[in-house]
């Protein structure tokens, strides 16, 4: 047997804030004996920029615009949260049609961070190529919302009673063309990516996280589903118009990187189904209701909603005193609670894993600091 | 037979049925809320663990004098089940924390330390986690008035 | 008048001759058309290499600064001479500066026996596919030297990376030249080619050849075996700290090895400059280029491995096998004769 005879120290890493692949303003100091890691300490909040203050100090219209800037991926489902939150609480029905279009909207911006994601975590391993091909569907995507949206990144689409501005033809087409070609792309990278040996041998047992683990650091969304838990705010506690539409919620059973990508993989095609089928139905009508007034006064109380993100459950949390600015005003972000487990699951794992599992876990910084 | 039918009753026996309070879900979207002493948020949170519930998130109010502590817990189930605890804590006195119970407290807590200045007896590392580790203010907190020193020009609104 | 110039041409060439001796003076003139060739073919296969990046990539790759925008790498060559050479202040010096000459010298000699054609070649030596292997060992000593000295925790462990890769690497290299040089019995680069009449020896030893392209290309560090400078792990690994034209010597080293090994490649199994119409050097150069696009290829298709994958698929599969089939040749060789 070999014995260690000198006595050699462990060193740290700084990775990050500024590195290829912590995805933004990520800090992750590491332990390393050589490459294995001994001890990690995300340390977050790089770019805070008081998102829950500034809540508390605008009315609820001001604070609008805000909640695209947490996740800039998944702008115009913070939006879709933010306003069914703030309908729910004071008693606003959206019209039928607009609920169709938020639907339609939010599907295809979670089908778009998705995509990012695919490219930017086979960026991380090493494989160019794939991000290129996934920026070139996501920005058909862009280009179609920002059709009806006016934007591409930081939506403010979705309005208390509604939506600001009904669908056109040009929106119609785009998603009707652009159905197709992306069921033939996740076919293309299923030959490229899911089947390839070197993707498969990085991923296929790299950070796995028990469902018990999952349940104790309060992981959500694609990284709850790859543990096996079949938890979807989408099915458990429905809100628009998904209680009427048909899908699945993919799951898998290892809980490593490769069942993370996996069900992202999977979700992107029930994504996809959920756009058509609320597009084939879409009912006639107004895309919003009249008479809301500019200044909000939810009737005093706290208010809760549940919004499931593309990165997971996305709770917004407010407290009203029956005024036109909230009281508290808290964001549940998901990916907060996502990295926190990195300093459980990488300590034994080489660098290379660890960009593996933390891309794996797809966060966004923006949204954990707020 | 839901989670929420099983549960009710081992809280209300528990922890006081006074304490507890039926919630009307599709308004304020969670089922229960069970006001607590903070000497038995551990015995609570254990009970929890045990039923297979997840700490959604910690937070808290500012009520003046007390600070309001909430903690969302949740299941994955169906149908849904969503229990608010609330403890109003002195301002000053430390809470006993959940980290070492529930490993996602670890971080919430942590935050509403750095974002009301609340302490948790116990919690292996409290530090600040999204203002700078040199800040001394805790911005959430009412009394908390926002100013040149603290980076930027700060436009305020009238509250109403 | 032109005959003039060129009678005093000559005079001066036979003077030259007469006192540097006819071998020491094509020597330098080879070196020097070597120098001038290094640069411009790194040029260009840097611009291949985003032409065929950008195809496989849905995107054309540059287009703007010349035709086809070929003349994009040499801007971007004089950029990296103009830009500042920074050297951070905990630099061990000496070796931060040495290290990216270092390793551009040996990549200079290995163009000195390679037979670009039946008489292209600056000097045929019996060794001289040995001296190439040699001289690519040198290599990574200038890696190792230039992640140390960087005094830089990514720099070095791309170093350490580096140092373990190229070790594993190169013995499945050898071993898989080493059958083609029991079967043609020369270590002499042309002789190598001369043996390949009729028959490519990849034909014989594909085996061999398919280890040859795997090791070379982790010798080359390029990707799926990019782990020295994994940009997604170690920023840049070993050249993290190195700018301007320093970096720059680096790159250039890089895409030349592409061409040394490749060029390798091409004389010990692919029949060298032998083809039919076209004269030797063009069949020489149109062979690399297509092993040069195989590689490219691999490169934007595949992700990378991880650093313990790589060194197990050298250490139990590549070493075993390599050694097998040099036995097997051997063995084939004895009885055949």
């Given at each position: ?10 060193f740290y ?13 990520l ?15 995300p ?47 004071c ?18 911006n ?18 160019f ?48 063309a ?16 899911t ?32 543990c096996g838990?079949?938890?979807d ?21 290892g ?6 990508y ?23 009508g ?26 997971g459950?996305?709770?917004i ?16 972000t998901?990916?907060?609670n ?33 | ?18 304490n507890l ?7 304020c ?32 109010v ?28 002195p ?12 490993r996602?407290?670890?971080w ?41 020193q ?11 | ?9 000559r ?6 001759v ?32 985003r ?41 061990s ?19 000195v ?53 190229n070790?594993?690497?190169?013995i ?23 043996a ?10 594909p ?22 400078e994994a ?50 050097p ?13 590689v ?12 313990d ?23 084939v ?5």
């Open positions: 047997m070999l014995r260690k005879t000198l006595t050699e120290d462990s890493l700084n990775l990050g804030p500024q590195h290829p692949s912590t995805h933004g303003v800090h992750l100091l590491l332990k390393l004996d050589g490459e294995r890691i001994l001890e990690c300490k340390l977050v909040g790089y770019s805070h920029r008081a998102h829950e203050h500034m809540g508390q100090n605008r009315t609820y219209l001001q604070f609008l615009p805000n909640t695209s800037r947490m996740d800039y991926l998944g702008g115009l489902c913070y939006n879709h949260a933010y306003c069914l939150a703030v309908e729910k609480a008693g606003i029905q959206a019209p039928e049609r607009a609920r169709y279009i938020r639907t339609i909207c939010a599907e295809l979670r089908i778009s961070s998705h995509l990012l994601w695919f490219g930017a975590y086979l960026m991380d391993l090493g494989a190529t794939p991000f290129l091909y996934a920026f070139d569907d996501r920005e058909d995507i862009l280009a179609i919302l920002g059709e009806i949206t006016g934007s591409r990144l930081t939506y403010s689409y979705c309005r208390f009673g509604g939506v600001s501005r009904d669908l056109n033809q040009n929106f119609r087409d785009g998603v009707k652009f159905i197709p070609k992306l069921r033939k792309r996740l076919k293309d990278y299923r030959t490229l990516v089947k390839n040996v070197i993707f498969l041998n990085r991923t296929k047992g790299i950070g796995v996280v028990s469902p018990e683990q999952a349940r104790d650091w309060a992981l959500t969304g694609p990284n709850l589903r790859a838990v079949a938890y705010i989408r099915r458990a506690e429905p809100y628009s118009v998904y209680p009427e539409m048909e899908f699945e919620i993919p799951t898998a059973t809980g490593d990187c490769y069942d993370r996996w069900v992202r993989m999977a979700e992107m095609e029930q994504s996809l189904r959920i756009v058509e089928q609320a597009l084939g139905r879409l009912p006639d107004p895309v919003k209701t009249a008479g809301v007034p500019q200044w909000l006064e939810p009737p005093a109380g706290d208010y809760h909603f549940s919004y499931e993100s593309p990165r459950h996305l709770g949390y407010f407290v009203s005193d029956g005024g036109r600015v909230p009281l508290r005003m808290k964001w549940r998901p990916s907060f996502n990295l926190s487990i990195l300093s459980e699951i990488l300590p034994g794992t080489l660098v290379a894993d660890t960009i593996a599992i933390l891309g794996s876990i797809d966060v966004v910084i923006p949204e954990i600091d707020r | 037979m839901s989670f929420l039918e099983d549960i009710r009753p081992v809280l209300a026996q528990r922890f006081g049925s006074e309070s039926d919630q009307e879900r599709a308004r979207g969670y089922d229960l809320r069970l006001a607590l002493d903070q000497e038995r948020l551990l015995e609570l949170a254990g009970l929890l663990k045990e039923a297979v519930c997840y700490l959604e998130y910690i937070t808290a500012d009520q003046g004098q007390v600070l309001d502590l909430l903690y969302f817990f949740g299941r994955h189930d169906q149908p849904p089940f969503r229990l608010q605890v609330r403890v109003a804590m301002k000053g006195v430390a809470v006993p924390s959940l980290a070492n119970l529930i996602a407290a670890d919430q807590e942590r935050e509403v330390y750095d974002m009301f200045g609340q302490r948790f007896a116990g919690h292996p590392d409290l530090r600040r986690i999204l203002l700078p580790d040199d800040a001394d203010f805790h911005p959430l907190l009412r009394d908390f008035k926002p100013g040149p603290h980076g930027g020009e700060v436009v305020n609104l009238e509250r109403k | 008048m032109n005959t003039g110039i060129l009678l005093d041409l005079v001066i060439w036979d003077g030259l007469r006192f540097f001796g006819l071998d020491a003076l094509i020597l330098v003139i080879g070196l020097l058309v070597v120098l001038i060739w290094v640069q411009v073919n790194a040029l260009f296969l840097v611009w291949l290499e032409k065929v990046a950008g195809h496989i990539q849905l995107r054309i790759g540059p287009k703007e600064v010349g035709p086809f925008g070929i003349l994009q790498t040499i801007v971007d060559g004089i950029k990296l001479v103009a830009k500042e050479l920074i050297t951070p202040q905990p630099v010096w000496l070796l931060f500066v040495l290290s990216p000459i270092l390793v551009f010298t040996p990549v200079l000699v290995a163009f026996v390679l037979p670009f054609g039946p008489h292209l070649v600056i000097r045929d030596i019996n060794v001289g596919l040995m001296l190439i292997f040699a001289f690519a060992g040198i290599n990574v000593l200038s890696i190792l030297m230039g992640g140390w000295a960087s005094n830089n925790k990514y720099a070095l462990l791309g170093a350490i990376r580096s140092v373990a890769q070790v594993a690497y190169e499945p290299l050898l071993l898989s030249a080493m059958s083609v040089v029991l079967m043609s019995g020369t270590l002499s680069m042309q002789g190598i080619v001369q390949q009449e009729g028959v490519w020896f990849i034909f014989y030893q085996v061999a050849g398919l280890l040859y392209l795997i090791g070379a290309t982790a010798e080359t560090n390029r990707a799926p075996f990019d782990i020295p940009e997604s792990e170690l920023v840049a690994g070993f050249h993290t700290e190195y700018s301007g034209m320093r970096f720059g010597l680096f790159f250039l080293a890089e895409y030349t090895n592409m061409f040394i090994v490749a060029a390798v490649a091409t004389t010990l199994f692919f029949g060298g400059w032998r083809g039919p119409f076209l004269p030797g063009w069949w020489f150069l149109i062979k690399v280029y297509i092993l040069i696009f195989v490219m290829w691999v490169r934007w298709t595949l992700p990378r491995l991880r650093f994958q790589l060194m197990n698929f050298a250490w139990k599969y590549m070493i075993p096998i390599a050694l097998l089939n040099l036995l097997a040749t051997a063995l060789i004895k009885l055949v004769r």
